[in-house]
């Protein structure tokens, strides 16, 4: 079975901390695929940033980073800098490997964290 | 192109009666999911489409669901007998797979229609 857990339920910071969220992953795929997702008040959720299970090398987008490790099956996301803009609910989601006409793609969702960036 | 679109936004039936949500894609989008999402939670599966054919439906998708995508564009859920149960946030998204696999399947979200069974 697959599953994404995010242990951190709400987060709060002042604006210009750096901040971790957590996701630990289960899945018996060998090929997978990871995201985070953004959705702020609006309701929307906003794509970030994907991850595939056989490429380990940690990334660096303007603010945002994360580090993946699939030995302990976690795929941290970070955001530098926050700002007040980046208040919302954070998911981390997960989807196996994809064929063609296949039945797998869709994905599996943590519980979200709720971050909170004070000014 | 603007992005996914679902309508209504909001809709308020009461218990018993029939609802139809539509979600228009991406154009060039080949995959369309449905998701439900309720308070505090993350968004749960349906259903999707590889075109016009549903290819997968969640164990959560009750005689009671309906969906259809003809001609491999827009797509519509239907609840019917709607219950208090049903009470969430339906979200729509699409993305392109190429042949043969491979891809990541970045989904894009519309939205979501907003449904209140009073």
């Known amino acids: 079975a697959q599953k994404v857990t995010q242990a951190q339920t709400e987060i709060s910071v002042v604006e210009k901390e750096d901040v971790t969220l957590d996701c630990v992953y289960e899945?018996?795929?060998?090929?997978?695929?990871l995201f985070w997702y953004k959705q702020p008040p609006s309701g929307e959720l906003v794509f970030l940033i994907r991850r595939n299970s056989f490429d380990e090398q940690n990334e660096i987008s303007g603010r945002y980073s994360w580090n993946f490790q699939k030995s302990t099956s976690s795929f941290n996301f970070t955001i530098t800098a926050s700002q007040v803009v980046d208040s919302a609910v954070y998911f981390c989601?997960?989807?196996?490997?994809?064929?063609?006409?296949?039945?797998?793609?869709?994905?599996?969702f943590g519980k979200g964290t709720k971050l909170s960036v004070k000014p | 192109d603007t992005g996914v679109s679902q309508n209504p936004r909001h809709k308020i039936t009461k218990r018993g009666q029939n609802v139809t949500f539509r979600c228009d894609p991406i154009s060039e989008h080949n995959r369309l999911y449905w998701y439900r999402q309720t308070l505090g939670q993350g968004p749960e599966f349906l259903t999707y489409?590889?075109?016009?054919?549903?290819?997968?439906k969640s164990r959560l998708l009750s005689d009671r669901f309906s969906a259809e995508r003809p001609k491999g564009s827009f797509s519509t859920l239907e609840i019917q007998r709607t219950e208090q149960g049903d009470s969430a946030m339906y979200l729509c998204a699409s993305s392109y797979i190429l042949a043969g696999g491979g891809s990541y399947n970045e989904q894009f979200f519309g939205p979501g229609t907003r449904l209140t069974v009073l």
């Open positions: 899945t018996r795929d060998t090929t997978y695929y």
């Open positions: 989601a997960l989807s196996g490997s994809l064929n063609y006409g296949g039945s797998q793609g869709n994905l599996i």
């Open positions: 489409f590889q075109n016009e054919a549903q290819l997968e």
